[in-house]
T-cell receptor, first 112, second 117 residues
Framework: DQQVKQNSPSLSVQEGRISILNCDYT??????FLWYKKYPAEGPTFLIS?????DKNEDGRFTVFLNKSAKHLSLHIVPSQPGDSAVYFC???????????FGTGTRLKVLA | GAVVSQHPSRVICKSGTSVKIECRSL??????MFWYRQFPKQSLMLMAT?????????EQGVEKDKFLINHASLTLSTLTVTSAHPEDSSFYIC?????????????FGPGTRLTVL
């Protein structure tokens, strides 16, 4: 039972354009969501997070949007840069637990 | 962010041997550490959660006698893969958390690539 899903395994975007990565979840008890970037053979690097009390959080080029009614979150990267090419994982955490449930990842390729 | 290290970064061993992987939080006290494994092109799957000074809590389907976890101090947790077999070959990643942080923030180590021949 995949509680956190990223339905697009890959995405290609032209440099300078917007990258939009999507994530859906099924558990309404999740109250904290994160995005991580990962390169092959390395650990995930934290990008941005959002609490369920908010619907948007912005940090530089990265913005995360949360739609609780749709159980959907998205990561916007603008402008996209070739260095953003990596696998992006969304993760969710539930109230009272420190466990993360990771999505299946989306491989982003930013074309120069 | 906080720094978490793992050692070794990669290990190759023969089938039947045991392998120990260390996870250290270098600049903060990790009350909780997590162990994940990742197969190629797949998600990070949580294996177990360990709190300092207590027994680890294993996720469903993870054999606790095969994957021994020790969290003896606030800066060190170890994962021992006992009697390793080729199907145990994977990328193992630890993360560390401090419950005094604002949210449930986890800091990840760089991972350990295990190859069992």
């Amino acid at each position: 039972d995949q509680q956190v899903k990223q339905n697009s395994p890959s995405l290609s975007v032209q440099e300078g354009r917007i990258s939009i990565l999507n994530c859906d979840y099924t558990n309404s008890m999740f109250d904290y969501f994160l995005w991580y970037k990962k390169y092959p053979a390395e650990g995930p690097t934290f990008l941005i997070s959002i609490s369920s009390i908010k619907d948007k959080n912005e940090d530089g080029r990265f913005t995360v949007f949360l739609n609780k009614s749709a159980k959907h979150l998205s990561l916007h990267i603008v402008p996209s840069q070739p260095g953003d090419s990596a696998v992006y994982f969304c993760a969710a955490s539930g109230q009272g637990t420190y466990k993360y449930i990771f999505g299946t990842g989306t491989r982003l390729k930013v074309l120069a | 962010g906080a720094v978490v290290s793992q050692h070794p970064s990669r290990v190759i061993c023969k089938s039947g041997t045991s392998v120990k992987i260390e996870c250290r939080s270098l600049d903060f006290q990790a009350t909780t550490m997590f162990w994940y494994r990742q197969f190629p092109k797949q998600s990070l799957m949580l294996m177990a959660t360990s709190n300092e000074g207590s027994k680890a809590t294993y996720e469903q389907g993870v054999e606790k006698d095969k994957f021994l976890i020790n969290h003896a101090s606030l800066t060190l947790s170890t994962l021992t893969v006992t009697s390793a077999h080729p199907e145990d070959s994977s990328f193992y990643i630890c993360s560390a958390s401090n419950r005094q942080s604002t949210y449930n923030e986890q800091f990840f180590g760089p991972g350990t690539r295990l190859t069992v021949l």
